[in-house]
T-cell receptor
Framework: GQQLNQSPQSMFIQEGEDVSMNCTSS?????WLWYKQDPGEGPVLLIA?????ELTSNGRLTAQFGITRKDSFLNISASIPSDVGIYFC??????FGAGTTVTVRA | DVKVTQSSRYLVKRTGEKVFLECVQD?????MFWYRQDPGLGLRLIYF???????EKGDIPEGYSVSREKKERFSLILESASTNQTSMYLC??????????????FGPGTRLTVL
């Protein structure tokens, strides 16, 4: 299938720092979804993007649908300990990227 | 609240055994999905179902089959378990016909170990 490349693969951050991660694909598609998986739980939808250039916020989270429709970015501002987890981008036909694992140091 | 439940959190089976993983959702969703999650590979779609008795292969269906006899229940079957099927298995459901644009609700996962 078509591949999604997420980076970074993992990150260690200080509480209060801002976090950025991205997802790229060689193909164009019309929807980007970002999910978060807490330890020991199933993933939960954070943000959905449906239009190129779209910028959407959900609390401290902001995601953007790239103009080329081949990438998306997720930013977390002022990280807190409960931001720990794995963040996945998801494309059409339900393929998930490999995830970005975030660990927050107090 | 949508609830997706999976029959076991942890399961240990032997090579060659037939394994059933059960998933039940209580929100009358049309679509149900089975994924496996492995480190560094993310979630990979095994099968999904958009209606009772309907199923479609995902990215990695080999070695698996599924059954959807009732709307609320979607079963994943390993006909003859192998050690490379040791993984975390996640079930999900969603309502809309176009699953890529609708929220998927996930169960807590079943960690299967095949010895």
């Amino acid at each position: 299938g078509q591949q999604l490349n997420q980076s970074p693969q993992s990150m260690f951050i200080q509480e209060g720092e801002d976090v950025s991660m991205n997802c790229t694909s060689s193909s164009i598609f019309n929807t980007w979804l970002w999910y978060k998986q807490d330890p020991g739980e199933g993933p939960v939808l954070l943000i959905a993007l449906y239009k190129a250039g779209e910028l959407t916020s959900n609390g401290r989270l902001t995601a953007q649908f790239g103009i080329t429709r081949k990438d998306s970015f997720l930013n977390i501002s002022a990280s807190i300990p409960s931001d720990v987890g794995i963040y996945f981008c998801v494309r059409y036909k339900l393929s998930f990227g490999a995830g970005t694992t975030v660990t927050v140091r107090a | 609240d949508v609830k997706v439940t999976q029959s076991s959190r942890y399961l240990v089976k032997r090579t060659g055994e037939k394994v059933f993983l059960e998933c039940v959702q209580d929100m009358d969703h049309e679509n149900m999905f089975w994924y496996r999650q492995d480190p560094g590979l993310g979630l990979r779609l095994i099968y999904f179902s958009y209606d009772v008795k309907m199923k479609e292969k995902g990215d990695i269906p080999e070695g698996y089959s599924v059954s959807r006899e009732k709307k609320e229940r979607f079963s994943l079957i390993l006909e003859s378990a192998s050690t490379n099927q040791t993984s975390m298995y996640l079930c999900a459901s969603s309502r809309q016909v176009e699953p890529s644009t609708d929220t998927q609700y996930f169960g807590p996962g079943t960690r299967l170990t095949v010895l």
